[in-house]
């Protein structure tokens, strides 16, 4: 267990490989990604750039020090019709799953989302038996909104996946009165 809270924060260039090894891990032991092979560090500093320019939140759980997670709106899709949606990945170090930090992660991430003028957020998940990331949305205001049978095959079977959505309010503009 943490001696302190996670801290929840804009993630920097020093922390992509330990991001880059979190996220190896589920690509090479799970079917949680559809990607096959992990993506190298070139990858990551190109992901974070992008993401700085278009205004989007990058952030990591620091527990004690340590990057412990991580979480990313990217865009939802390429067209400017979409500017205003995006579609959240969130990953924890192995160990550290099952302590609320997926939660805070989410929680996080939906605040800096508002705060850049997203206005919906979406989550695809893959349908793996394993309820524990659709559990995290659902309980920070996702709701299911559609599932793709099958789209997915990754070691030795096919995967369907879980459409969650969830609006974003903007946030009170300064000086306004909240209600």
Known sequence: MPSRPALIRPT?????????EIFAYYVRNTVIT???????ARAWLELHGRLCELNLPFLVADVDGTVAGYAYAGPWRPKPAYRFTAEDSV???PERRGMG???LLLQGLLEACAASGVRQVLAVIADAGEPAS?????GCGFAEVGRLAEVGYKHGRWIDTVILQRPVPLPPAPGSASV
């Open 12 to 20: 920097t260039a020093a922390d992509l490989g330990v991001i880059a």
């Open 34 to 40: 559809f990607e096959q092979n992990p993506p190298g």
């Open 101 to 103: 930090l997926g939660r």
């Open 91 to 93: 990953y924890l170090a």
């Open 134 to 138: 659709i559990a995290v949305h659902r």
